[in-house]
Each structure stands twice: as structure tokens, then as C-alpha cells.
């Protein structure tokens, strides 16, 4: 995977199609579908009262709505629904609002 930008709204991560998404924290999952514009296949997982996780442009969801996840775990896979190519847009949001995700991951 490589880092295509980084920001506030969240950072696009490239990839190949079918790679594993995994769950950067514990939770539980909150949306799980398709219709927010611009997303695709869209993942929002509620870490606890402050924080959310979401994972968009999936191709396959592996979660549904309301299931309890692990770090970790398999959620997804990685494609290119609702945009041009393969990747992973990812963000946190702290209290609703977005937050540059960079700053809660491990650095490479």
C-alpha cells in the first residue's frame, strides 16, 4: 500500500484490488452500505463515545451493521467503489469531527 495524500477529510491509501482492510481499533460497526455519495462501499466503526473509523470505496464488506469488531480483524477489501481507482479512503473522526488520521497511526 502507499499513501496517495493525507489530510483532515482523510488519506487516500493505494492498493490492490481484494487486499485486506483491517479494523484499526475495537468497536462496533455503525453503517455498513453504500449510500453515502462519493464513498462507495462505505465502513463506519464507533470506537466509543468520541471516536469513528471509516473505511471507504470497498469491494467486498465482510461486517454488518451492529457487529462488534477487533483490531485487527478483516473487515473488507479493498476496491474502487464511487471512485476511479483502487484504494482505501480512510478517516477519524474525533467528536464528529474529521481528523488527520496520520497522527493515530503507527508510522513507517
Known sequence: MALLRGGNKGIDIAGSKGQAIIATADGRVVYAGNALR????????????????????????????????????????????????????????YKGKSVNPLRYLPQR
Open 38 to 93: 462519493g464513498y462507495g462501499n462505505l465502513i463506519i466503526i464507533k470506537h466509543n463515545d468520541d471516536y469513528l473509523s471509516a473505511y471507504a470505496h470497498n469491494d467486498t464488506m465482510l461486517v454488518r451493521e451492529q457487529q462488534e469488531v477487533k483490531a485487527g480483524q478483516k473487515i473488507a477489501t479493498m476496491g474502487s467503489t464511487g471512485t476511479s481507482s483502487t484504494r482505501l479512503h480512510f478517516e477519524i473522526r
